[in-house]
């Protein structure tokens, strides 16, 4: 597996989240000037109260009563109206970035090759795109909808205030120096306990996964006590990031917050004392201390804004981290072949999983077209990871693999993987019906097409006696199927894409014997005209075929049909009379 990408800071971080913005500028254009808007609709009510402190209750103007709260009502009417535009647009805003970006997670997931998930669980994949996207846009969000808002609020507060009284706005601003620092450093402090947060965060949700998809072995080995344990470590191991993160925040707010009142006090005695002094109005001063909550207001909501920014880069960086890396796979690029024949040829080829413990070592086999090849061996021979080669879900190490005498590193991966119906081992069925996921081997296959792949896997009968019939939901996996009835659908997926090279991995073996007859005959009419690739430990199958490949250890220990390997081989023998004893167990 290729390195991960370098460490990401958290500039980063937020250009690239500007940049991700960028493309969605018109609406965020609006949702800006709708907050720029309301924000400038606070400042009537300041001047209001002091048209009251210093005319309208001095000189017993109650004419102008009703015209002054009249403003004062109309400013607030508009600055509710706005908001309430604000709120449509920024959750237009919202829900349009993160669906941009989860949608671009879930496409690049989808083409990285096998080799990062087998270093990856499912729980941090799934919180990576159920709750780092999210995160993520609230960087821009907040960044734009309370960040951007607050920051102008400031501004024009400060410049309200310096020219209605310079000295009284320079007390009021004394703290703010110290307030913007303090965020400087609550930053520094808190990002790394926020990183920490979202992999305790991840970890607890793998956990979470691993208990409620393999809640069938947990009951059945009666572990419940120890997976419990598990999950109570990793919620331990939040609990504990989470309290260290709050604990700075604890320490940070009030800090902040005390700051804030202490300018607050600064102007109230001082404005008191230039009151008592004849220097200032008692309208003076209560305008000041309105516009003292409308600077400090959103300072606070920066603090809050700090928080989220913090969290946000962190969900941003473990995104991103995903989306940087180079070796996605491109479908598309390389050769075509116009008609597949399915000449298949291993050169001398060797893979490994992992550097200290070789799976293939100089393997080399051929299948002619419309051949049929079976492939046998103990389990961990490397029967399956051939199949894992040929689909170049893995590359191998040393070696070539051709197709039709090309070179399948040359092929696009479209290409060489249309040109195969591949059958693994453990049938996977998706959660959705039995039509969606027969289908994926036909998206435009008709009804009498599936019904056709039905009856040739011996799955028609089963499926017209549920009710809904194609439409019927088969459960996560299939669960609501039992193993027989989820390898048949498996079999007619394959049937349906009606390649020209067939890999069975073990297709048969969750089947009983008289399905697998009927199978068996289907089989043999499919593989006439096309080349297959056959994984089997039952006698039936193997006797089939053209050329048996045995394997051990690894390496290729015996080729040749099934009589000249029992005259050869006595490896062979010994497979042959085990695989026939359990048949006739099953039988």
Known sequence: MDDPPEPMTNSAALRRLLLFARGHWRIAAWQFALAAAGTSLIFVFPGVVRWFMDEIIPEKRSDLIWRAGGLALLAFTLREGLFYCRTRVNCTFEQRMITDLRSQLHQKIELLPLRWFDHQSTGDILTKLADDVPATQRVILEGIEQGLTALLQILITAIVMLVADAKLALIVLAPTPFIAAGGWIYSRWVSPRATAAREATSALNSTLHDTITGIRQIKSYTAEEMR?????????????KQTRLMAAWAFYAPSMTLLGNGGLVLLLAAGSWWCVQGAMTPGQLMEFLLLVGFLYEPISRLHGVNQTLLNGLSAAKRVFAILDRETAEDLNAGQTLDSVRGEIEFKAVSFSYRADKPV????????????????????????????????????????????????????????????????????????????????????????????????????????????????????????????????????ARAFLKDAPVLLLDEATSAIDVKSEQLIQAALGKLRANRTSLIIAHRLSTIVAADVIYVLHHGRILASGTHAELLQSSAYYRELTALTFEHSEGAG
Request: neutral net charge; aromatic residues 6%; charged residues 20%.
């Open 360 to 491: 293939l070592q100089d393997i080399t086999l051929r299948a002619a077209r419309y051949q049929t090849i079976a492939i046998v061996g103990a389990t961990g021979s490397g029967k399956s990871t051939l199949f894992q080669l040929l689909t170049r879900f893995y590359d191998p190490q040393s070696g070539a693999i051709t197709l039709d005498g090309t070179p399948i590193q040359n092929l696009s991966l479209r290409c060489l993987r249309q040109s195969l119906a591949y059958v693994t081992q453990e049938a996977f069925l998706f959660a959705s019906t039995v039509r969606d996921n027969l289908r994926m081997g036909k998206p435009s296959a008709t009804d009498e097409e599936l019904w056709t792949a039905l009856r040739q896997a011996c799955a028609e009968d089963f499926v017209q006696r549920i009710p809904e019939g194609l439409d019927a939901e088969v459960g996560e996996r299939g669960v609501l199927l039992s193993g027989g009835e989820r390898q048949r659908l498996a079999l």
């Open 228 to 240: 419990q344990g598990k999950f109570l470590a990793a919620s331990q191991a939040l609990q504990d």
